[in-house]
Structure formats: structure tokens, C-alpha cells
């Protein structure tokens, strides 16, 4: 799925069983001061299962593409990053991508604040 909120494309993912084993069993320290309280610090989600992510590289603001079962991948930089948007190389100075306000109202309805400055 795709939205925009602040002008900014959010995406929410549904993780492959194959993408959810590469978190669980890949240490990848990275800064995570800008991580919500309210999420998984491991998953950088909510649950395990979906990923709501903002789909801009943390460098360049380009979009990356998505691949499901590897992560993202900026095709203006070449910045990769798993699918819990966690830098796996240098190219974004170690920069994850950034996560949006948001949280699951039920199972079937994602709530993110369209204002993410409050």
C-alpha cells in the first residue's frame, strides 16, 4: 500500500517469512534516535509481520524500489536496506529509513497521522 502524508510517500509492507528471518538472525547496529518508542526496536515495527516505513532514502530523498524478500534499494545512490529499513551499507551515513506516527487500529485499519510534527 501507498499514501502520502506530509508530502511524503508512506509505504506499508507485508514481510515474507524468508524477510522476517533475515531481521531475526542479522545484528545491524545503526542509529535508532529517531525510532518511536511505540515500536519494536528489532523489527522497527509494530509487529513483525507489516512494515509502515516513509519510502524516501534518508541521503537523497529519492524513492527506493522494494524488493520483498531483500529490502530497498535508492537507485540514486545505490543505499540498500532490509526490510526493516535498516542501512546495510555506508552509502546513507548509517541513516535508517524513517519510520512515520502510526499504529493499527485493528486488523485491518492503519492509522498514520497525516501531520508528523504533532
Known sequence: ???LTDGRPVWAVYRTLPAIEFIE?????????QDSTTINNKYRSVNKDIFVVFGG???VQEIPEYYPNKGFVCPENG?????AGRPLNNVSKGQPMAIPKHY???KMTLVVYANQDG
Do not use: Q
Open 1 to 3: 500500500m501507498y499514501v
Open 25 to 33: 538472525n542479522t545484528a545491524i547496529e545503526f542509529n535508532k534516535s
Open 57 to 59: 532514502c534518508p541521503d
Open 79 to 83: 543505499a540498500l536496506f532490509d526490510t
Open 104 to 106: 493499527f487500529k485493528d
